[in-house]
């Protein structure tokens, strides 16, 4: 009988060996480039979104805000992780730490871990978590100091609408807008400071009141102001009151009564040293003279008048809307170009150049202007043409004087009631308060806007017919697909 040939091993050991040790070098490679490719994400990374509803871009205001933190903040999403708007919330978040590490980010699900919810109301001192305001809040905190809880109520923006039935009708709270960044930014800049800016709002002269009337009343422009973390105090400058030394910007919106002499001579004191101004007027001052204009020509600015006309870019007949300067590129206006500003019965405001200026001269830049097809009510029989309605100033100290407050920076516009309540909603109104007390205020990291980041619905329509059609489509030949290639793999396999 024949001896059964005795099977060789497919490998010897030195191929084995060989195989392994090339198994463990690739192995080795792929970590290290895996390693390498994190090192670099967590450095320079780009991110690719599958869809747009996933991408959440933030601005270029809150990045300046991000990049020029030096202070570690802690973010606190106390949230219920089933709510709708947690997954938005916490994606934001992770976009805040993403620009810059030092923004910690932690979640606590006060119905599902308990204990983590009561140190949070104990550290925070929130309360009885049974309490509605004590629900789904987000709390900003750096190094100790005050912290700011922002309740999520205030996230977003609903509007009641009515929901088509032939029965009865129906209501329901639609979602419009989401207001995460803007708030959050806020927070973030309010916690990370020493102290606010701090604005003194003039008083005494039938200035607009800070209420809520839609015609007059600046709630909404206060309301900007503590959004860029301003705080606003009233000023009056009667008797010996003079401009606080704490005054960060002085405001003066639309004054009608005359401004007494002692009062602007106190004004023109603090521009002198290195104060910023935001200068509105109104038109139906007294006499169109509120006696502003006069310390304002000091510094080369020049406040016409009559009114301002414009027929071809109105909506209601004494309102225009007006475009930013593209020539002079202003930075205080500079994102805003292309836009339009809308204004009510404006009147002209110019610079005037001075000849053989001084290197500290103050330099007038025109922010907006009409187009070339506005008259002047009280002129109408002058051609129309171009004219100026909003104007910069920036003036430095002499030579080897350094003073009190830096450099002077002043913004003159001929309307005060584009910032009204109403008003400040159109157009580039509302953006243009804000680049404007950024860049009175000297923070160029802030010279953007943020707005809401508007929410889309989209419905699908279909007729019963074709409602039809796409149910046998998903139950009945998508699934019969599948199995006929089944099928047909098996009866293969099987010859």
């Not at 106390?78 to 994606?91: N, Q, R």
């Not at 400071?193 to 003194?200: D, E, I, Q, V």
């Not at 003036?395 to 001929?414: L, M, N």
């Amino acid at each position: 009988m024949a001896t059964e040939p005795q099977l060789q091993p497919s490998f010897s050991p030195r191929r084995k060996w060989s195989i392994g040790l090339d198994v463990l070098a690739r192995t080795l490679v792929v970590l290290a480039v895996v390693l390498m490719i994190n090192y670099l994400s967590a450095q320079y990374f780009m991110r690719f979104f599958a869809s747009s509803q996933t991408q959440i871009a933030l601005s270029s205001q809150t990045v300046g805000v991000l990049k020029s933190l030096t202070n570690q903040i802690k973010v606190t999403l106390y949230y219920d992780k089933e709510d709708l708007h947690y997954p938005t919330l916490l994606a934001l978040l992770k976009e805040y730490r993403n620009v810059n590490r030092r923004i910690q980010v932690a979640t606590v699900d006060y119905l599902w871990d308990a204990a983590a919810a009561q140190k949070i109301k104990s550290d925070y001192k929130l309360g009885d978590s049974t309490g509605e305001n004590e629900k789904n809040l987000v709390i900003f905190e750096c190094e100790g100091r005050l912290p700011k809880i922002v309740p999520g109520k205030m996230l977003a923006d609903f509007t009641l609408e009515q929901v088509p039935n032939e029965k009865q009708p129906e209501y329901r709270y639609k979602f419009t807008a989401f207001n995460g960044e803007k708030i959050f930014t806020a927070c973030v800049l309010a916690v990370s400071s020493l102290k606010p800016f701090r604005a003194y709002y003039l008083q005494g002269h039938r200035e607009h009141p800070v209420s809520g009337d839609e015609v007059s009343g600046y709630l909404n422009f206060a309301a900007i102001l503590q959004q860029n973390y301003v705080h606003v105090e009233p000023l009056a400058l009667l008797g010996t009151n003079a401009v606080p030394m704490d005054c960060n910007l002085l405001i003066i919106a639309g004054p009608i009564d005359e401004i007494d002499t002692a009062e602007l001579e106190k004004i023109s004191k603090y521009l002198d040293q290195g104060g910023r101004l935001l200068a509105l007027f109104n038109s139906a001052a007294k006499d169109r003279q509120s006696g502003l204009a006069r310390i304002l020509a000091r510094s080369g600015v020049i406040v016409g008048d009559s009114e301002i006309v414009d027929v071809a870019n109105s909506l209601k007949g004494n309102d225009i809307a007006v475009g930013f300067s593209q020539q002079q590129q202003h930075p205080a206006v500079r994102p805003l170009v292309g836009s339009r500003l809308y204004l009510i019965a404006p009147r002209p405001v110019t610079g005037v150049a001075a000849r053989n200026a001084a290197a500290d001269a103050p330099k007038v830049s025109i922010l907006a202007a009409s187009a070339e097809t506005a008259v002047l009510r009280g002129d109408p029989k002058a051609p129309p043409r171009q004219y100026s309605v909003a104007v910069a100033v920036e003036k430095g100290a002499p030579p080897g004087v350094v003073t009190e407050r830096g450099s002077t920076r002043i913004i003159v516009v001929g309307d005060s009631f584009f910032l009204a309540n109403g008003p400040i909603n159109m157009y580039a109104n509302s953006d243009f308060a804000r680049m404007a007390i950024n860049w009175l205020l000297d923070r160029p990291h802030l010279l953007e806007g943020i707005g809401s980041q508007p929410v889309h619905e989209y419905h699908i329509t279909m007729t019963q017919a074709q409602l039809q059609t796409v149910r046998w489509v998903l139950l009945a030949i998508m699934p019969g697909v599948i199995l006929l290639l089944g099928g047909l793999i098996w009866l293969r396999r099987r010859k």
